[in-house]
């Protein structure tokens, strides 16, 4: 079954206000990000690679049967960068994405392993990431960097994820994370990793609850101490679990159009985003593979005011906690955000639930 029945963004729209209006993209992936000329690109440089070096023929290559063959496109397409230069070339992309949607932050993950086992040196990837980072600047775009683990890696690939961290990080390496399968592979199995992570000042963000139950969102809770959570969708069935993330303010990474895509929700009316809202827990949307899944930050903005009846009060309130929810130091926040009106700084309020109503 094909789980792809998302239009793309649309070209030309008239909602100004939503791209003026400041965002922060918590949860992309940089090599997701990737824009359709920019894999043709790199396709037609490596031609036994199995991805199309056509861009037109990409959109039918991302079209998931489910979250398992994602998984084995996206290894595909995260196999075309074999050189320093190719990371550069796709921070470059992305923010000049970013910027033209109005996302003025980012905080990127960053699979190490994938690159480093393609023979970019762990050294060479955080100076190619602090390159593409200063083009983004130029942009108008402030990235930061999360290294994740991927949970389809043995052994070995988390603890060289670990050591590129802890031994050869970009300069605005901020998280730990931890991405891919999670039918059969437990959270709790990287507990050393991220203990030695957070005990060097990376903050924990793991992905958790996307195509499995709410035990994994538990785990990244009490085994990796999870600040925010990639996804998470999971706990809106657990009233236990959606107290707990009220209560410890630990946000939820919300990207409903790829839970579209992937097949671990049938529609984005379906959605479980509004029960997260009226349970009062943090959230955030984020884009997560753009391109891949036909959508944008913008786009995810516009499509959950379409199908799931958020507000525009709704959607500002969200654009400001995914600062509040991110890393960046506070003077970067506030100049990223400028005042709010009477110039005080901005300030997000939790997203009321669809309907205008606050939370009980």
């Not at 000329?37 to 079209?63: M, N």
């Not at 209560?247 to 990474?253: C, F, H, R, V």
């Amino acid at each position: 079954m094909n789980h792809t029945a998302i239009k793309p963004p649309a070209v030309g729209s008239d909602d100004d206000w939503l791209v003026s209006m400041p965002k922060a993209d918590l949860h992309v992936h940089l090599v997701g990000s990737a824009a359709p000329a920019t894999v043709a690109a790199l396709a037609a440089r490596h031609p036994d690679s199995g991805v199309p070096a056509d861009a037109g023929q990409l959109a039918a290559f991302y079209k998931f049967r489910d979250f398992a063959h994602f998984l084995d496109v996206y290894k595909l397409v995260s196999d075309l960068v074999r050189s320093p230069e190719d990371v550069v070339t796709l921070v470059a992309g992305m923010a000049g994405d970013m910027a033209a949607q109005g996302t003025v932050y980012a905080e990127v993950t960053v699979t190490p392993v994938s690159h480093i086992s393609a023979g970019i040196h762990p050294g060479e990837l955080a100076q190619a990431l602090d390159i593409g980072a200063a083009a983004a600047r130029a942009h108008g775009v402030e990235l930061a960097w999360v290294y994740d683990i991927s949970a389809l890696v043995e052994r070995d690939g988390a603890h060289r994820t670990l050591d590129a961290a802890l031994h050869h990080p970009p300069a605005a390496l901020t998280g730990f994370g931890l991405g891919g399968a999670e039918t059969g592979v437990s959270r709790a199995g990287f507990r050393d990793e991220f203990a030695a992570a957070r005990a060097a000042g990376l903050h924990s963000v793991p992905h958790a609850g996307e195509s499995v139950g709410p035990g994994e969102v538990w785990a990244a809770i009490d085994e990796l101490g999870a600040e925010r959570i990639g996804h998470g969708i999971a706990a809106a069935g657990d009233r236990r679990l959606l107290g707990r993330l009220r209560e410890a303010g630990i946000t939820l990474e919300v990207c409903p159009s790829s839970n579209v895509a992937t097949g671990v929700v049938p529609s984005l009316a379906a959605h479980p985003l509004p029960r997260l809202l009226a349970a009062g827990v943090p959230v955030v949307l984020g884009s997560d593979d753009p391109p891949m899944f036909g959508t944008s930050l913008l786009e995810e903005y516009r499509r959950v005011r379409d199908h799931l009846g958020l507000t525009a009060s709704q959607l500002r309130a969200l654009a400001l906690a995914s600062f509040e929810a991110s890393f960046a130091p506070a003077a970067l926040r506030q100049r990223l955000l400028g005042p709010a009106p009477g110039g005080q700084p901005a300030r997000a309020a939790a997203p009321a639930a669809p309907g205008g109503q606050p939370p009980a």
